[in-house]
């Protein structure tokens, strides 16, 4: 009679402004060059610290003002969704990858496969993570690659942790014992009766390491170790806004806001998905 | 008169009690089965009754060989497969079904009603025709074939019970495990399954296994009946000598245990213990 | 002329969506009877006992009619006092005899709470009543078992502190809701037993919810079958397992199973009686609907 619909209640609203505001920053992203209003690193003293639109003082143009060497913020943000977009989907899909592929293996066959993994998986959560991040960008050099490669080294293991656990839970199910009856070998049991079902946990914890991914990437530029320093990153900007709190508020509090929304969404996101297509989902 | 399907002689079956398990090192073998001798004969019911604890559903696990026996042996059909490996035991899956207990845990919410029927067929070489085979299952379990495209959820537990018998006889197997297969349903949908499978039982010729822990049911479905208790059989006979006349202790006070739908004042009242 | 223990008249609950689960219930359980409720599934025989116990889910709410409670009208009762009334005079024996207990706590601080935290016993009066009923469900190791953790205990075991814990505060009323059904057959026997034995002994007037035609006919006095939150058909039961009315109670009946009668039972319900009842309860819903627009 009650299917489960009031659980999924409310995740209709989370799921659309979710997404709304990620597919808004993703085209802003790919369309850059077209819609930023100045160019991104143009410096102009005449026009350093211009205030947001709405203060006075404020140029048309500038829409959320200038940085203290004149650059366009909005433009700066803009470009620096770029690299969040880029670092958010490569580091994430590749630590998917990895660790969801460790966490059906461990989960599924256990044993000593089982053994070998998690204890992989123990060590690597015992290492702080940003300061894994600064040593392996530190040893990799900087550079778009080596970040991405950093993250998916490092987060790996969340997926693989989800992914062990609710692989354990399926196989535990008749209809995985019923595939033996059927004559399935044990490959062809997982991927045929496991995978289907721990999909939309791949799917909601991926979005949510999107948005780790945004972050991380962020504090990575912050201390400087991220691309170079020329092209903007939220990090960046975050960074140099730091400096001029006092005189430009502005140019610390939009990126800030900005890489929340979207740290934010990412998550909301993965779980509205969840919500709204899991069909078993109680 | 012909050989059984099922020849089981010193059945002994040992898991790991993980409740005892050590911080370090393996969990302790509890004897779950101890040493069970019985035969199947073919193409017939046989009920295999017994509390909780009594060992019935490991019984049923290691018949179908999910489950490897310590000792003793299991011979399927004339041929010992106590100690198959998996590789070996895949041909002879198609022989080996079971219905399970609860039909929501044993269809993937994932696949379509067709896709879990025809599972089996694809994986034992009935690929080609699929989806009449498909059809001609549903059609012997009566389920409407508009059922082919939805899921378990969009089912009532009556109808998940049917897919599960359409898929266990989808193969026309020898033998089908039947594990409790109706102990999550209303009366009503209950008596639909058990007529339906009864009558399948009969048309197709097929040797069952009966699971149950209601000895009603058992008497209405059963030729045979075996009665467990902590891992052993108690007694085994002809369905009408066992309630008629039954020869154990046990097996008497699991007959006047059930409740009937009838007046009985006594019932209830302390038993006064009639002298043996 | 006594009053009735519990007297529900009229009594309807809907979903959010409108949907009836609870129609126009009527029924009445004397002081010092057990009645029965029967029915499958979706019958609503387990939100009647919630109803009583003031424990419904949130997403139901009562629409129309009233429950006097010892002649006490629930309805009427602020929150608080309907709760204290409640309390004091009533008690729940749960089917899940594992669920329904704190896993981390020992048994024996567990049975003495409610009296002491909820009734304001003395942690001497209530050990000793709490003794006194383990005996009385024949717990001959008290001591041990008030020390166990709940999966310390068997099934069967777990009933039985239940059922003592249910009767120490003498309540007037208990809700068994499907008492026995997750016990072995013997064990469900000897819980039946016992749950009858403290039953007359105390002159506690019992709620049985159950699925069970067999269990009906064995530990109640009256009876209301239900399908679909409509009581279909309410008698004695020695009457209505000599004459059943309905042509579903009579169609239950022929589908239990019979190890007496085995041909005889089993029989699936005629579609012809789902279809009359499916038309009974829309009219039952259409005669309801107009004056409540």
């Given at each position: 009679m009650d299917d489960g619909r009031i659980s999924r209640h409310g995740s209709g609203a989370r799921l659309w402004l979710a997404g709304g505001w990620l597919l808004l920053a993703l085209l802003a992203a790919i369309f850059a060059p077209l819609v930023a209003p100045q160019d991104p690193l143009a410096q102009d003293l005449m026009f350093e610290r211009l205030p947001p639109f709405?203060?006075?003082?404020a140029e048309p143009g500038f829409w959320l003002g200038t940085d203290s060497l004149g650059r366009d913020l909005l433009s700066r943000l803009i470009f620096g969704a770029r690299i969040a977009f880029i670092v958010a989907f490569a580091a994430a899909l590749a630590a998917c990858l990895v660790g969801s592929t460790l966490g059906l293996v461990a989960g599924y066959f256990g044993g000593w496969a089982d053994r070998i993994i998690s204890r992989i998986v123990d060590v690597w959560m015992a290492f702080p993570p940003v300061l894994f991040a600064i040593l392996l960008v530190a040893v990799l050099g900087t550079g778009l690659s080596s970040v991405i490669i950093a993250i998916a080294v490092i987060d790996w293991t969340r997926f693989c942790r989800v992914i062990r656990a609710e692989t354990m839970g399926q196989a535990r199910m008749d209809y995985v014992e019923n595939a033996r009856i059927a004559g399935y070998g044990r490959i062809g049991i997982m991927l045929r009766e496991v995978l289907p079902n721990v999909v939309p946990s791949i799917v909601a914890l991926l979005s949510l390491e999107m948005g780790i991914a945004v972050i991380v990437e962020a504090i990575l530029s912050f201390v400087n170790l991220s691309i170079s320093t020329d092209d903007p990153t939220w990090g960046g900007i975050i960074a140099e806004g730091r400096l001029s709190i006092h005189q430009a508020w502005w140019v610390l509090v939009f990126p800030l806001v900005t890489l929340i929304l979207t740290v934010l969404s990412f998550s909301q996101f993965g779980e509205g998905l969840k919500a709204r297509f899991d069909p078993v989902l109680r | 008169m012909a050989e059984p399907l099922f020849s089981v002689r010193g059945l002994k079956v040992a898991l790991p009690d993980m409740t005892r398990k050590p911080l370090i090192g393996r969990a302790p073998m509890v004897e779950i089965l101890k040493g069970l001798d019985f035969d199947l004969p073919r193409g017939s019911v046989t009920g295999i009754v017994g509390e909780s604890g009594s060992g019935k559903s490991t019984l049923g696990r290691a018949l179908v060989r999910l489950l490897e026996p310590s000792a003793g042996s299991i011979t399927f059909d004339g041929r010992d497969i106590t100690h198959l490996p998996e590789a070996e035991l895949r041909p002879l899956r198609r022989n080996l079904q079971m219905i399970f207990q609860d039909p929501m845990s044993s269809l993937n919410p994932r696949r379509t009603i067709a896709s879990i029927i025809a599972a089996p067929l694809r994986q034992n070489g009935?690929?080609?025709n699929l989806k009449g085979r498909v059809a001609e299952a549903l059609q012997r379990v009566g389920l409407p074939q508009s059922f082919a495209s939805r899921y378990r959820h969009e089912l009532s537990g009556g109808q998940r019970q049917r897919v599960g018998i359409a898929r266990a006889l989808a193969l026309s197997p020898k033998f089908v495990l039947a594990d409790e297969i109706v102990s999550g349903l209303d009366v009503s949908t209950q008596a639909q399954i058990l007529t339906l499978l009864e009558k399948l039982a009969a048309e197709m010729g097929l040797t069952v296994a009966f699971i149950s822990h209601d000895l009603s049911v058992i008497r209405r479905l059963c030729r045979q009946v075996i009665v467990m208790r902590e891992g052993a059989i108690v007694e085994a006979s002809a369905t009408d000598a066992l309630f008629e006349k039954p020869q154990q202790a046990y097996t008497r006070d699991l007959i006047s245990a059930i409740p009937l739908p009838e007046i009985d004042e006594g019932w209830l009242l302390p038993a006064a213990k009639v002298p043996a | 002329m006594n009053a009735s223990c519990l007297n529900i008249a009229n009594l309807s609950a809907v979903l959010p969506n409108g949907a009836r689960v609870l129609r126009s219930v009527s029924l009445s359980v004397q002081p010092g009877e057990v009645r029965a409720l029967v029915g499958e599934s979706g019958a609503g025989k387990t939100m009647i006992g919630k109803a009583v116990l003031g424990v419904l889910p949130p997403s139901v709410r009562i629409v129309e009619g009233d429950m006097l409670l010892e002649g006490e009208d629930l309805g009427r009762l602020q929150p608080k006092a309907r709760r204290t009334l409640i309390g004091a005079r009533t008690a729940l024996i749960p089917q899940d005899p594992l669920t329904a207990l704190n896993p981390s706590r020992r048994i024996g601080p567990q049975m003495t709470d409610r009296l002491v935290?909820?009734?304001?016993?003395s942690g001497q009066g209530a050990d000793a009543r709490i003794r006194q009923l383990l005996d009385e469900v024949q717990i001959r190791d008290p001591d041990r078992v008030l020390k166990c953790y709940p999966h310390e205990l068997s099934g069967g075991m777990r009933q039985r502190v239940l059922i003592a814990a249910a009767f120490a505060a003498e309540p007037r009323l208990i809700v068994a809701d499907e008492p026995t059904t997750a016990l072995d057959v013997t064990v469900q026997k000897q819980i039946l037993r016992l749950i009858a034995q403290l039953q007359r002994e105390h002159g506690t007037a019992i709620l049985f919810v159950t699925h069970d035609l067999g269990v009906v006919a064995k530990i109640s006095q009256k009876v209301s079958v239900l399908y679909a939150g409509k009581v279909v058909e309410e008698a004695e039961t020695a009457a209505l397992f000599a004459a059943p009315q309905h042509p579903y109670t009579r169609a239950l009946m022929a589908a239990t199973p019979r190890y007496t009668d085995p041909f005889a039972s089993l029989k699936p319900v005629d579609d012809a009686v789902l279809a009359g009842l499916a038309a009974e309860i829309a009219a039952a819903d259409q005669a309801w609907r107009r004056p409540h627009g």
């Open positions: 709405w203060m006075s003082g | 009935f690929g080609d | 935290r909820i009734l304001g016993w």
